[in-house]
């Protein structure tokens, strides 16, 4: 089983196909975050150091670039029609408190936050979104997302590329290793952002009087 596997993985990184596919599932994943472009890039990146197929500067690039394609597209669908999105999201989800951080960090640190989101689970789509509702300058949003963008595809080939030189001869347990390294850094990164979160002020009860002759 896990033969034909590697076969039919081998045949498709060798194909030009790949680099359709690295640019097509990161623009998807800009506005739909259940495509797994993450773990494509890595894949591709694991079969670059392993089997030299398919070329590592081309899968960061296209990577990239369908991912700087994929924040745009999510930008005009939040002017479009992302405020009235956002506002009909239901109290107590992921996606209301993934929303509820976006707007709150554009806020604090601007467009800073669109790299940071980049590596967090739905944070990405929440914030290129929300960055659309609020109608942030689309100069300084192309400058953060090609950032972003550049920043996330090198980071996702490189780590896929250190799993495929630590298991050259057997490149499903690079890419094991590979997603396991991302997930790792995910992780990182959300208790990092819990950490830092600010706690919502306490409200004291207010006294209650005490009407003469009380006890």
């Not at 089997?51 to 081309?58: A, Y």
């Not at 806020?107 to 290129?128: C, F, H, K, N, Q």
């Not at 090198?154 to 347990?173: H, Q, S, T």
């Amino acid at each position: 089983m896990s033969d034909s596997i590697l076969h039919f993985t081998q045949e498709l990184m060798s194909s030009w196909w790949i680099y359709l596919a690295l640019f097509g599932f990161a623009a998807l994943d800009g506005f739909f975050p259940a495509i797994p472009s993450e773990t494509l890039v890595v894949t591709a990146g694991v079969f670059a150091a392993s089997t030299g197929e398919p070329d590592l500067l081309l899968v960061i690039a296209m990577a990239a670039a369908g991912a700087f394609l994929g924040d745009h597209l999510s930008y005009v669908l939040g002017r479009g029609a992302g405020g009235r999105l956002l506002d009909r999201l239901e109290p107590g989800t992921k996606r209301h408190k993934m929303s509820r951080w976006a707007r709150n960090a554009l806020e604090e640190r601007g467009g800073l936050v669109l790299i940071v989101a980049r590596y967090i689970p739905g944070g990405r789509t929440a914030v290129t979104l929300t960055m659309g509702a609020v109608r942030y300058p689309l100069r300084n949003f192309s400058l953060f997302a090609a950032l972003a963008a550049s920043s996330w595809g090198l980071y996702c080939a490189l780590v896929g590329y250190i799993g495929g030189k630590a298991f050259e001869d057997n490149p499903l347990k690079g890419v094991a290793l590979g997603i396991g390294l991302a997930l790792g850094v995910t992780l990182i990164v959300e208790l990092v952002r819990h950490k830092r979160r600010t706690p919502e002020p306490q409200v004291e009860a207010e006294p209650q009087l005490v009407e003469a002759g009380e006890r």
